[in-house]
Every structure is written in C-alpha cells, then in structure tokens.
C-alpha cells in the first residue's frame, strides 16, 4: 500500500510503499535419444523457442571435454545440424572445449573464457549459450552466462545421469571459491534443458553409478514407487541397461522440475532445503577430499549418514533405515570413504551448511517414503556415533555383498 508523506513542501510529493511481484518464467524440459541426427528437431526446436527471431541471433557452444573424448565427432556432428537448421536457429560463432569435472568450478579461469567468448562474439541478451557437458560445466558455463549483460540465454544438455535426473534442471549456477562448495554463483533457470539418452552410453563407471544417489534422494522425499523401482531395477543399473534404467532418470527430472517451479520457494529464500537432503555432509566431504570425491558419491554418503542419524534419534525407523542403505550399496554406490574418519571436520559442516543457508540450521531428514521432516538442531555426539556406526555398517555390507557375489 502507498501512502503520502508530509513535508514542508508542497511541490514535492515522497511515497514509499511495498509491491510484490513476480517474474513470469517457463521451464522447458525435454528428453530424446541421438539429438544431433539431423532428422531429430529436438534441440533446433529448443534452440528456437529460447529466444525472438532466433535466426537473427548469435551463439557460442562450450562442450565438456569428457563428452569429446567419448564423442570424437560432437563438434563435427554439431556444426552440420547448425547448418541443416540455420533457417530457424542462431548463428553457431565458437566451440569452446573445456575441462570437465570439479576441476571446471575450482577458479574463475573458465568463466573468464566463456566470458571473453561472449564478449568477442557479440553474444547480445537474446543470443545465447548452448553448453553439454557434466554438472560442474555446466555450473561454471550458467554462471558465466548469468553474469555477462546480466543475463543472455542458455540451453543445458546434461552428459551425465546426475545431470540428466536433478542439477541440470536446476535453477543454480556457481564455481566454488574459499574452499567452499558453490560460494560464488547464482539462480538464473535456463532457456531450456535438452536431456540426451545416448550421451549417457559411454560415461565411464563412476560417472554412470554417482547420479543414483540423486534418485534415491528425491525418491526418498517424494516418490515411494521411485524407490521400489530403484530397488527391482538396481541389477539393470550395475549392468548399465540404459533403456530399462532411462525411466528411472527422467521421472527423478520431472520430481525436481516440479519441486522447482510448484513448491514455492524457487530461489530458496526460506530456510527449508529438502532437494538438500543429505548434501550438508556431502559437501564439507567433497571440500575435504579437494574434491577428488565425486559430487554424486558423496550425496550418498550423506544420505546414508541422515539415515542412520535419524534411526539413532527415533525419527525414522530402522527398517527404512536398512533398506536406503541396501539399495545404496547395490546400485553401486559408496556408503563411507576415509574422510568419515575425521568426524570433528565433519561437523564443522553443520556450521558451514547453517551460514549457506543464512542463519538458522535446517536439515531434512525423512521419516517415511514421502515424508520429510526438518530439524534445527543437530545432537553433535549423536551425529559423531552415527559417523562411527556407519563406518562400521559399510565393513559389514560390502563384507555380505562380496560373500553373496
């Protein structure tokens, strides 16, 4: 509500007041399979529909140079369906190869060549960025197109399945600094995100088991099929069925799509984190391996450690307990690394994670399939049991799985 303020003048109106408003935004999120065979309108389709009179636009493409070692002729693949589409997409100015993995988020060095690509190239606020590539290019590659003339437009092709089913739909962009997970960066959504099954065919075995621990979270928190289907399908995934496992990863996109753009809080402005579920350990042991640890096998290291932690605290029941743990390990992914054995460093991410999220801690835990609940608090010497407990639980079911194998 406005009002009028009094003053000595007469010939000087003052208001002050509060508007609220909102930006209108349109997520557009699509799957296929060889999107860069001619004859498939995927991406061109994405590509137009992200920007006015797209082919009066310009664009620059950064690729992941662990999806050019896999895919020796992307770049080639690319410039012809640039050319076959030129009608009706923008103009392809540059192919930027960069170093995938953390590696890509450790410094500015990469942003300041996306940066100085853009500028060189005239990318205007309507032109755009195309980037494929693993979660931490394209991290680095939204930041740098989120800062350059306070926005130009992006298109995301994840390359990997954690990108695929949860970060490449996301609305986050950032590079670590300080030693510090994502301290520098921003929410800007993208245009559009383009997922590409046969980008997902040569990923080496780390990559491929790390983006499950992505679908487990969210499965934990919304989806109880999910997770019973994680559980029947979790030999297809050891044997990388990518067409029996694909469901798997876009419905985990569709779940955090949803939670993006229908729970409420798109730029996390309050304190309740649940896609956060089991990242605040995740990321202080990520910052503690100088992130040698991948991002998706410490998720389900943290996952594994909430758990254990909430059935110690009676929040969750042991049962439920078991079974997260079980399907971690056969989905092949880790449930301790030797980072556990500093808990007192451990917990100083509790700090951490309090001061990322600004001010007051808040951690989801789940109590059921579907339901999460939060706590603000957290029983330091509880927490330090759980740690030893669950160094101790991972001896005992690698121990079983090797005896069944």
């Avoid at 590509?47 to 636009?57: C, G, I, V």
């Avoid at 496992?245 to 229908?262: E, G, K, N, W």
């Avoid at 969750?316 to 880790?334: A, D």
Wanted: overall charge negative.
């Amino acid at each position: 509500m406005l009002r009028r303020m009094s003053g000595e003048s007469n010939q000087e109106s003052v208001f002050d007041g509060t508007t609220p408003f909102s930006v209108g935004w349109k997520h557009v999120l699509r799957f296929t399979t060889s999107a860069f065979e001619v004859r498939n309108r995927s991406l061109a389709d994405c590509l137009a529909e992200s920007t006015e009179q797209p082919a009066k636009r310009r664009m620059i493409a950064v690729i992941d140079d662990g999806v050019t070692q896999t895919h020796p002729s992307m770049r080639t693949q690319l410039e012809e369906y640039v050319a076959a589409h030129s009608d009706r997409i923008p103009r392809l100015m540059e192919v930027l190869d960069v170093p995938g993995g953390e590696v890509a988020k450790q410094d500015e060095t990469l942003v300041s060549k996306i940066l100085d690509s853009i500028d060189r190239h005239g990318i205007c606020r309507k032109s755009m960025v195309l980037v494929i590539g693993g979660g931490a290019v394209l991290d680095a590659a939204g930041y740098a197109a989120a800062i350059a003339h306070r926005g130009v437009r992006l298109v995301r092709m994840p390359s990997t399945v954690l990108g695929q089913c949860d970060s490449g739909v996301g609305v986050k962009n950032g590079i670590n600094r300080f030693g510090k997970k994502n301290f520098t960066g921003t929410f800007c959504p993208p245009n559009a995100v383009l997922c590409d099954q046969a980008l997902l065919n040569s990923l080496s075995e780390a990559d491929w088991s790390s983006g499950f621990s992505e679908i487990v979270k969210i499965a934990l928190l919304q989806d109880e099929v999910l997770l019973e289907q994680l559980e029947r399908l979790a030999p297809a995934v050891l044997e990388r069925q990518v067409d029996a496992v694909m469901p798997l990863i876009a419905r985990s996109a569709h779940l955090h799509m949803q939670h993006i753009t229908q729970g409420g809080d798109p730029f996390e402005l309050n304190e309740a984190r649940p896609l956060d579920f089991g990242h605040w350990s995740a990321h202080k042991l990520e910052q503690m391996s100088d992130f040698e640890l991948r991002h998706g096998h410490a998720v389900s290291i943290g996952i594994a450690l909430d758990m254990v932690y909430a059935g110690r605290m009676g929040l969750t029941k042991m049962p439920l307990v078991e079974r997260t743990l079980g399907l971690l390990v056969n989905l092949g992914l880790p449930i301790a690394c030797e980072q556990l054995g500093d808990a007192e460093g451990l917990l100083q991410g509790l700090e951490e994670f309090r001061e990322h999220l600004g001010g007051q801690l808040t951690i989801t835990m789940v109590r059921e399939p579907g339901e999460p609940v939060d706590l603000h608090e957290i029983d330091p010497a509880e927490m330090a049991e759980a740690i030893s407990e669950l160094l101790h639980r991972s001896e005992q079911l690698q121990q079983d799985r090797f005896s069944n194998s």
